[in-house]
C-alpha cells in the first residue's frame, strides 16, 4: 500500500535563489510521477536550484531514485544542481547502500544546505 | 429561445428518435427542460443514479472515467439512455467540455411516450442495439489487440531467455546452480557463469535492474552483455606484468558498464545492482565487485560465516563513480549464495515479507541436506507466498564447493 505523497513548495531569495521542495509520504512507483510533473513544472518557471527536503519521507524505492536522478541530470544541464536535506533514517539507508550518498550532496540542516549552493 | 418545432426537427436527426412519428417527437419535446452547462461543469458521475436521458442542443460533451476520455459527443448525439431506460447506474461520468445546451428527457415522459407511441418504441430498441453492436465489436477489437500484445511478450521471453546461461558450465570441484522467477512475463534480473579461460577462473554474476517489466527487461540484456564483454574481452593487454589479473578485469568490466549506460543512457536514469565474482576453482579465492547489491553469503553447515559487502554504487548513474574489489574464500564444504531483493521482499497473503532472516535460515538449513540448495529454498518461498501475486522477479545463485 503506498501513502499518497505530497509535496510543498518554498522559495527562499539568497544570494542564490533556491527552491525547497518538501515532501512527505512514499516515493515509490505510484508516486514518483507526481514528484517528476512538480519538479519538472518548477524548472519550466525557471528554478535552477532544488533543495530535496527528505526527512517525511518513509520509503525510497528505485522509482523514487530514478525521479531524484533525472531530476539532477535536468537541473545539471541547465546550470544547477539538486541537494537533499535530512534524509529519514530508511532513506538514508537506501542512499548509503546504492551509493547515492557519493554523488548526491546531503545535508543535515537547512541552513547548512542552503550555504552551500 | 429553442421553439419546441426546432426541439423536435433536432431530435428527429438523432439516431435515436429517426424514424419516430412527429406526434411522438412532439410528445417528448413537450415533456423536455433545457439545460445549459459552462465549460468544465459536470452534469453527473459514474455510478451515480439518474433518471434523465440527453440530447444535445449545442455544444459538446465528453464521456469519462476520471482522467480518461472514453469518447466526445457533439451536438445532435444522445446520450444517458441506460440510466434512463433501466435501473441501472451512470455507466460512466459526463463534463461538458464548451459551453453546452441540453435536452433533457425524464424516464416517466419518455416512457409514457413510449407507451402511446409504439413507432418510437421501434426506433428507440434499433439504437440500443446499434450502440450495442458497436461497444461488442469494440471489446472484440481490443480483445484481439491485447492477445498480440501477449504473444509479443511471450516472444520477448523467449528472447530473454538467450540471455541467460542455457546451461550451468562445470566447474571441477564445485557445484553451480542459478535460477531466475520473473514476476512479469519478462524479467529485470538476471544472473550469469561464465568461464573466463585466460584467467582459468569462473565469473558468476547477479544483477537486479530498477523497477520491472519490459523496460527492466531490454536494460537487463545491455548491462548482462556488457558486463561479460567487458569480462571476456578487452583490459588485459593494456596492462603491465603484476597486476593483478583478476582484480583488473573485474573494475575492466564493471567500470565500462557503468560509464557507457551513464553517459549513453543517461536520459532513462536506469540502473542495476551487480554482484560480480571471479572464482579461482583450486584454492576457492573469490575477488569481486558488489555494486550496490545485497551482500552474498559465504556460509556452512552451521551458518553463514561472511557476507561480501558493497564495494561501490549501483551501475549505471554516476559516471564517476570508483569500484574496490573484495576478497573472499570459500573453504572446502563452504558455499556461496547471492540473491535479489525479489526473494527478501516476496510477500504472503498477510503481506509479511519473507525477510533476510528467513532467507538466511532457509538457505543454511537447505544447504545443509544432499537436495539442492536453490531448489529447497524456491520451495520454502513459494510456500510463503501462497496465493499472493509475486511482486518482484526472485533470482538465486549459489557456488558450492566440495568437501574433498
Known amino acids: 500500500m503506498s501513502n499518497e505523497l505530497r509535496i510543498a513548495v518554498s522559495e527562499e531569495k539568497g544570494n542564490t535563489p533556491v527552491t525547497i521542495m518538501y515532501v512527505s509520504g512514499d516515493l515509490d512507483s505510484k508516486t514518483y510521477g507526481d514528484l517528476e510533473t512538480k519538479a519538472s513544472d518548477l524548472i519550466a518557471a525557471g528554478a535552477k536550484n532544488i533543495l530535496l527536503d527528505l ?63 | 429561445m429553442l421553439s419546441l418545432d426546432d426541439a423536435g426537427q433536432l431530435l428527429r436527426r438523432s439516431a435515436f428518435f429517426r424514424s419516430t412519428s412527429a406526434s411522438a417527437i412532439r410528445a417528448l419535446s413537450d415533456h423536455s427542460q433545457l439545460v445549459r452547462l459552462s465549460a468544465g461543469e459536470l452534469l453527473f458521475k459514474k ?26 459527443l457533439e451536438r445532435g448525439e444522445v446520450f444517458g439512455e441506460v440510466a434512463a431506460l433501466s435501473s441501472e447506474t451512470r455507466t460512466a461520468s459526463v463534463s461538458a467540455r464548451t459551453d453546452t445546451v441540453l435536452m433533457k428527457l425524464e424516464r416517466d415522459a419518455i416512457y409514457a411516450t413510449l407507451a402511446s407511441h409504439p413507432d418510437a418504441v421501434r426506433s428507440m430498441i434499433e439504437a440500443l442495439c446499434h450502440r450495442e453492436s458497436e461497444v461488442i465489436g469494440e471489446k472484440l477489437g481490443r480483445m ?43 524479467a529485470g ?14 565469473g558468476i554474476v547477479i544483477g537486479d535492474v530498477c523497477d520491472k517489466g519490459v523496460g527492466a527487461a531490454l536494460f537487463m ?10 569480462a571476456l574481452f578487452g583490459g588485459r593487454t593494456e596492462r603491465s606484468a603484476g597486476d593483478d589479473e583478476l582484480e583488473c578485469t573485474l573494475l575492466h568490466a564493471l567500470r565500462s558498464t557503468n ?18 565474482g571471479l572464482i579461482v576453482p583450486p584454492t576457492g579465492l573469490v575477488r569481486y565487485i558488489n555494486a550496490g547489491h545485497e551482500a552474498p553469503w559465504i556460509g556452512q553447515g552451521s551458518g553463514v560465516r561472511t557476507q561480501l559487502s558493497t564495494t561501490g554504487p549501483v551501475v549505471g548513474l554516476f559516471e564517476e563513480a570508483e569500484y574496490e574489489v573484495g576478497s573472499a574464500e570459500v573453504r572446502p564444504g563452504e558455499w556461496l549464495f547471492a540473491y535479489t531483493d525479489g526473494a527478501t ?34 520451495q520454502t518461498l513459494a510456500g510463503f507466498i501462497g496465493k499472493a501475486d509475486q511482486f518482484d522477479d526472485i533470482t538465486m545463485i549459489s557456488a558450492r564447493r566440495d568437501l574433498h
Open chain 2, 47 to 72: 455510478g451515480d443514479p439518474g433518471s434523465a436521458m440527453y440530447f444535445i442542443v449545442d455544444g459538446c460533451v465528453q464521456v469519462h472515467h476520471a482522467e480518461m476520455v472514453v469518447i466526445l
Open chain 1, 55 to 117: 526527512h517525511e519521507v518513509h520509503f525510497m524505492g528505485s522509482a523514487g531514485l530514478r525521479a531524484m536522478h533525472a531530476m539532477s541530470v535536468k537541473l545539471k544541464d541547465a546550470g544547477g544542481q539538486l541537494k537533499l536535506l535530512n534524509p529519514s533514517d530508511p532513506v538514508a539507508r537506501v542512499l548509503k547502500t546504492l551509493g547515492f550518498d557519493r554523488f548526491f550532496d546531503i545535508h543535515a540542516t537547512r541552513d547548512a544546505a542552503l550555504k552551500s549552493f
Open chain 2, 259 to 276: 560509464r557507457y549506460i551513464a553517459s549513453t543512457h543517461r536520459g532513462s536514469s536506469m540502473f542495476a545492482s551487480v554482484f560480480f
Open chain 2, 221 to 230: 540484456t545491455l548491462f548482462r552483455s556488457l558486463i561479460r564483454s567487458g
Open chain 2, 345 to 378: 521482499d516476496a510477500q504472503n497473503e498477510a503481506g509479511e515479507a519473507f525477510s533476510e532472516d528467513l532467507l538466511r535460515c532457509t538457505v543454511v538449513r537447505g544447504a545443509a541436506k544432499d537436495a539442492p540448495v536453490l531448489e529447497t529454498v524456491r
Open chain 2, 189 to 202: 534480473d538476471f544472473y550469469d557463469f561464465f568461464m573466463v579461460p585466460e584467467l582459468q577462473c569462473m
Open chain 2, 144 to 186: 484481439i489487440q491485447a492477445r498480440v500484445l501477449e504473444h509479443e511478450l511471450e516472444i520477448g521471453q523467449k528472447i530473454q531467455r538467450n540471455f541467460l546461461p542455457a546451461t550451468i558450465p562445470a566447474m571441477p570441484g564445485w557445484q553451480l546452480d542459478g535460477m531466475l522467477q520473473p514476476a512479469r512475463k519478462v
